[in-house]
């Protein structure tokens, strides 16, 4: 089964071609950075303008890559949400005409479940059920994951725990910026970090109530902001060394305490870990020793994938085209879409047996 994926959710125009879910024959991503890093964050109208002048392109390069043909495909799938509106609609419009004009079924992808089938690639075989922490610049989710057939082919989310403000890209980028730092903050962050001291500028974590499994950013970034004010020889090196390894130290601590949990509570046999903010050396390093200590599966993708792209949409609608869930030609993107809903019955049910 041959599907061609397209991603324009945000500021990056992909587009992948995947063979039954799993081959990956091409995988090409053109970044917008360079126009928004003067901004230090994306500017959506100018997402929407770039994308509808790389789509095509981009498109086009993905079969040459690939060898194969349009006709060939066996259904064509594309992000419709959530993210920005303008960027949504001009891949999923795009994908929706090449499925009009040479009638291939269609799948309308939601990005999240595109950033947890990111993983399958490098891990067609989870251990399910599993917890999967997506972790972007616009996204904190803790999803509980169950499979209806033991793999990829189907899967069901309960959302158990989010963030309840900055997602935790978003206060990699902010602290970024804070610090004259450029954009996207957090990879710069991640390799400034290794130079740091860790432990030399503590970091008090927000304590959310015991029984919640929802993260919070914006103490950890709104700390970093007071200690730069009171002292702005932080804003320096080897100062701003110390200051960012410890609020990437917070962070890490905070994604993996709250997964640790859920762990306790809901006893899962893996844990999924995905999104941009998933290419971090440390919580890469961190998730990696505790989950071994836990006895728990972990799994994760290739930095390449990590990021947004279009084989992990592809894979996604794969799943979507072979248990017959096509689109209709008038779907919408939907800025706001939802993977799951938030049940907060489902973790109190867990918890108290
Ligand atoms: O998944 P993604 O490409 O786009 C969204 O769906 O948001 O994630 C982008 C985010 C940015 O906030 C960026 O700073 C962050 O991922 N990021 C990282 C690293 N690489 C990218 N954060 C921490 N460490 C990294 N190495
Ligand atoms: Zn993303």
Same mark, same amino acid.
């Given at each position: ?22 081959? =990956? ?38 079969? &040459? ?10 259904? =064509? ?34 990005? =999240? ?137 917070? &962070? ?18 893996? =844990?999924?870990?995905?999104?941009? &903010? ?76």
């Amino acid at each position: 089964m041959l599907v061609l994926g397209i991603e324009t959710s945000c500021d990056e125009t992909a587009a992948s071609i995947v063979k039954d879910g799993q081959q =990956i024959l091409s995988n090409v991503i053109y970044s917008q950075v360079k126009t928004h890093t003067p901004y230090g964050g994306v500017v959506p109208e100018l997402a929407s303008r770039e994308h509808l002048l790389k789509i095509r392109p981009i498109v086009d390069q993905a079969f &040459v890559d690939a060898g194969v043909t349009l006709d060939e495909m066996d259904g =064509i799938a594309a992000t419709c949400g959530p993210g920005l509106i303008g960027s949504l609609l001009v891949g999923l419009t795009y994908a929706k005409a090449l499925a009009f004009s040479k009638q291939k079924p269609l799948a309308a992808v939601n990005h =999240i479940e595109g950033h947890i089938y990111s993983v399958s690639f490098e891990h067609p075989n989870v251990d399910f059920p599993s917890l999967a922490l997506v972790v972007s610049g616009g996204h904190t989710n803790l999803f509980w994951v169950e499979s209806e057939t033991g793999d990829f082919r189907h899967l069901r989310y309960k959302l158990v725990g989010k963030t309840r403000d900055d997602a935790a890209g978003e206060a990699y980028d902010k602290v970024a910026k804070l610090l004259g730092l450029p954009y996207p903050g957090g990879p710069v962050i991640d390799r400034l970090a290794k130079n740091g001291n860790r432990d030399a500028i503590p970091f008090s974590i927000a304590k959310i109530s015991d029984r919640s499994l929802d993260f919070s950013f914006s103490g950890i970034k709104t700390a970093v902001l007071r200690m730069v004010k009171e002292n702005e020889k932080l804003k320096e090196d080897p100062h701003r060394l110390d200051l960012v390894a410890g609020f990437q130290e917070a &962070v890490v601590n905070m994604l993996w305490s709250t997964t640790f949990k859920a762990v306790n509570l809901l006893h899962p046999r893996s =844990i999924m870990l995905s999104g941009g &903010v998933a290419a971090n050396s440390r919580l890469r390093e961190i998730f990696s020793e505790r989950t071994r200590e836990s006895g728990l599966q972990f799994c994760y993708p290739k930095p390449i994938f990590t990021t947004d792209n279009a084989a992990m949409i592809a894979a996604a609608g794969t799943a979507r085209l072979m248990r017959g869930e096509t689109a209709p030609i008038d779907v919408n993107a939907d800025p706001n879409l939802r993977l799951a809903v938030s049940d907060r019955n489902f973790s109190d049910k867990r918890w108290r047996t």
